[in-house]
């Protein structure tokens, strides 16, 4: 069965630093969401992609963070120079259309000191 | 924006017995209303879903109802079982658009052999 795969699994940075996590969405899957889910607590959005641009975003999503889809497969979420509260694990998920079911990835936790 | 209330947070459960997560979401205009199970460090899995139209679903032990009018819906689990252990994280979005989901706070369910 097709999954969603993110990479690293684990990363730890130093605060100010760059990061970009990496996901692979489901190949024939359109729509791709980008969550973080800080210890213990709910799964929260960031933001939504579909056809090459953000179609959505939280409050959360400030100028720190973009997104990519660098060559068709990628899909790439970049925190420009991190804090500590962006220690959190961060899902992609991905979609084939807009009125159902998210799919997963494993996540990537990102740990900021 | 959307609100999802969640409760409660933990639930504890000898097997075999019924266990009931209830949900209260703040936008009349959401109707569409997934569960995600989550173990321990893996990814948030759909369980079951529902959408407006329709007021209950079952699948195997597990069964969600929805109360549009009163804005509630309910992840029912019966005959629980050691592997139920997780916590589940209830959903609700416009689906249309670009919707995105808005999760609930979760509950750790512990059934208990």
Redesign the interface.
Known sequence: EPE?TQTPSHQVTQMGQEVILRCVPISNHL?F?WYRQILG?????LV?F?NNEI??K?EIFDDQFSVERPDGSNFTLKIRSTKLEDSAMY?CASSPH?????F????SRLTVL | GENVEQHPSTLSVQEGDSAVIKCTYSDSASNYFPWYKQELGKRPQLIIDIRSNVGEKKDQRIAVTLNKTAKHFSLHITETQPEDSAVYFCAASQNSGYSTLTFGKGTMLLVSP
Not at chain 1, 41 to 45: H, L, N, R, S
């Open positions: 969603v729509y969401y607590q709910k799964v929260e959005f939504s579909y179609s959505e939280s899902f807009n009125t159902g079911e998210l997963f990835g494993e996540g």
